[in-house]
């Protein structure tokens, strides 16, 4: 996808939205220092433009009862693109796997999953994951505790690129 333009104000609106994506309009017009039609419609147009993928809730994991995250590494036995698109495909049909990155490094895949309990992943890792066809293998990294999750993507390197 090719890179967007976008100004301070842009980068403003994102950087709001990121830190509370349920301002209203208004609200976020203070924000940026804009009258509310303006605003909207800079809004509207980073939508359109992808720069805005969605709004979401952020969940609290423990407190829904999924207390356990594992980050998991791959590595495939032969790399091709058929093969790696079909791992992948499967992957993202885990409700499971809330995350999922092709890699470079020691592993081709590493992808994040979330599950209640170490029982639960068990038959996660058995049942699904150690059958995917084209895995040789799977290492399984469990997280301690997590000090950040799901943070503000870093917009102040880019803002004066404009």
């Not at 994102?14 to 419609?41: F, I, M, Y």
């Not at 359109?48 to 407190?63: H, K, L, M, P, T």
């Amino acid at each position: 996808m090719p890179k967007t333009s976008l100004d301070s104000i842009d980068f403003e609106i994102l950087k709001n939205l990121q830190q509370d994506g349920r301002l209203t309009n208004v609200e976020l017009a203070t924000k940026v220092a804009l009258s509310p039609s303006p605003c909207l419609r800079r809004v509207k147009n980073l939508e359109e433009a992808g720069v805005i993928d969605g709004y979401q809730a952020s969940v609290n994991r423990r407190s829904v009862g999924l207390g356990m995250t594992v980050f998991v590494e791959m590595r495939m036995n032969k790399q091709s693109r058929a093969k790696a698109d079909g791992i992948l495909e499967r992957l993202l049909s885990q409700p499971e796997v809330v995350s999922c990155h092709l890699v470079s490094g020691q592993s081709d895949i590493l992808a994040e999953v979330v599950v209640p309990s170490l029982d639960i992943y068990d038959h996660f890792l058995t049942d699904f994951l150690m059958s995917l066809d084209g895995v040789e293998d799977v290492r399984s990294n469990f997280a301690i505790r997590t000090v950040k999750a799901n943070g503000p993507l870093p917009l102040h390197h880019l803002e004066n690129n404009d």
